[in-house]
């Protein structure tokens, strides 16, 4: 047994001793399913605390031979598959997390350096009576050990992408390391499974990538790895069950990542925490920092700044994410930034639709603190008084409430607000405070049609009333008002036992002003 070569099965037994672990092992009947095929090669690219490194380290407890852990893995998923034991503890398996050798090392050079002495001292170690040709070149070292002792390896790799994030602009020292991890891994009889995770999907350089032979599983296609790299919808239903937490407020607060295969994904992290603590919050900023964003939306490209605006207004924006070079300084359009936002986290990707939006509230909170320190100032001042507009409303001031919109409208000028989808896109903007309160609705059926905005209270909230919102453009408020009695809105609240509260608004296209006029709704 070995620091990085055939380590013992520690790190996963802290994972399962924890307070909160929910069983992955299935990812093991995939990995299982493709060793020593031309499928092998494997690479997981999620977002911080979505527990990659765990995963990996599953990998490293189930297969090294440095470990004896059928007891551990027997109460888990995989201990039902036919090959549970055929792979069990059988493979030399090299564990390395390549952020932890990179902070030991001043360039990428000395990573590659450090990297190889480190596996030739634990090869040497294993196998003191093999011939070693060169001692001093891992890969040659590697390819003796399979030669003489006919044991292939498994090669785990965490934090593959760290030289892309550390080095954003060295794009010598990005090609050198690609380079390298092709000459250890590609075409290597000696690897039977190479896994790597990191937050970005592998680089891509001039017209090939060096690294092409890996199967990719991110944000934007996980493909049937979905459900093993993040909290699934059921497992957080199970949770919320034994901790007694309010399953709408955690899917309200830490859910938004779905894929085209139906599985709704929720950051493990912050559920762990949220149970742990019995209180729903803003976990996120533990593990990352508000400027990190604010530097990506900040970026200079026409479009970007509507997109980000929209989508804190609710809404979803179409995405080209073909042109992304996977590195975090290789930008060319707002469709570039957008992208790397998905893999980071904070933004989820619709692959039927190829749009994006905002997943959640916690990472809603991360942009509104990522403006409120920007250059945004007209933005951040409209999310501020946001709550004043909302305390108008029911307060039953529709005066102030229009001059708000109109204020939004203003310190959002330009947006194209040429109909009623641009002004809902502008309320949103103007009751931002209200997703503290409500869930909010847009295009409710209701009665003999759809009402535009419905806020409905959460339910730790039940004194606040409802809200039916109806827009108009060139009309009259008054009109959005019998509109909403005359098509019945209200039917789809019937269950609803609380005050609801009617808002028209229209849009003189003449005169440039917002009317607001507010009922309280008679059943």
């Known amino acids: 047994m070995g620091i990085y070569l055939n380590p013992d099965s520690s790190k996963f037994e802290e994972a399962v001793n924890s307070d909160i672990y929910i069983d992955k092992t299935g990812l093991l009947i995939y990995t299982n399913s493709v060793l020593h095929t031309m499928q092998k090669y494997i690479c997981i690219s999620r977002p911080r605390r979505f527990g990659k490194s765990i995963a990996a380290n599953m990998l490293t407890a189930y297969y090294s031979r440095g470990c004896d852990t059928e007891q551990l893995f027997s109460q888990f998923e995989i201990s039902k598959d036919m090959d549970f034991k055929k792979y069990l503890n059988q493979y030399d398996t090299i564990s390395v997390n390549m952020q932890e050798i990179l902070s030991r090392s001043h360039n990428v050079c000395e990573l590659i350096s450090r990297f190889g002495r480190l596996i030739i001292r634990d090869l040497k170690n294993e196998y003191p009576d093999v011939d070693y040709f060169d001692d001093t070149d891992v890969i040659e070292c590697m390819q003796d050990v399979y030669a003489q002792k006919k044991q292939p390896f498994i090669i785990i790799i965490d934090e593959w992408d760290c030289i892309f994030r550390e080095y954003k602009e060295n794009k010598e020292a990005q090609e050198k390391y690609l380079d390298f991890l092709r000459d250890l891994l590609k075409d290597k009889a000696y690897v039977h499974l190479a896994y790597m995770t990191g937050i970005l999907p592998i680089k891509k350089y001039g017209t090939h990538s060096a690294l092409n032979m890996f ?309």
Request: with cysteine.
């Open 215 to 523: 199967d990719e599983f991110s944000m934007i296609d996980p493909g049937p790895l979905a459900r093993y790299v993040g909290f699934t919808e059921n497992e957080v239903k199970k949770l919320c069950e034994q901790y007694q937490m309010d399953m709408a407020e955690i899917k309200n607060w830490y859910d938004g990542y779905s894929f085209e295969n139906g599985i709704s994904i929720y950051s493990p992290r912050c559920v762990v925490n949220c149970m742990r603590f019995g209180k729903i919050g803003n976990y996120w900023n533990q593990t990352e920092t508000f400027e990190a964003l604010r530097i990506y939306i900040e970026m200079n490209f026409e479009g970007l700044k509507d997109d980000v605006i929209s989508m804190i207004a609710g809404n979803a924006v179409p995405v080209n994410t073909g042109s992304f070079a996977n590195d975090m300084s290789t930008f060319h359009t707002e469709d570039d930034v957008l992208t790397l936002l998905i893999h980071l986290g904070y933004v989820s990707y619709d692959y039927d639709n190829k749009t994006v939006k905002i997943p959640n509230e916690e990472v809603r909170t991360e942009y509104v603190n990522s403006i409120s320190a920007s250059t945004w100032g007209e933005v951040s001042k409209a999310l501020k008084e946001s709550a004043d507009t909302l305390e108008a409303i029911w307060q039953k001031r529709p005066k102030q409430v229009a001059e708000a919109i109109r204020q939004a409208h203003f310190e959002t000028f330009h947006i194209q607000y040429n109909d009623e989808n641009a002004l809902s896109y502008t309320i949103s903007l103007a009751l931002y405070a209200a997703r503290n309160f409500y869930v909010i609705h847009r295009e409710l059926a209701g009665g003999k049609g759809f009402a535009d905005l419905v806020f409905l209270p959460r339910k730790k909230f039940p004194e606040k009333p409802a809200i039916v919102v109806e827009l108009k453009w060139d009309k009259t408020a008054e009109g959005a008002i019998a509109q909403i009695k005359n098509k019945e809105y209200c039917r789809s609240l019937e269950e609803y036992e609380g005050n609801i509260l009617l808002v028209g608004v229209n849009y003189n296209k003449q005169t440039k002003e917002h009317e607001c006029v507010i009922e309280e709704y008679v059943k």
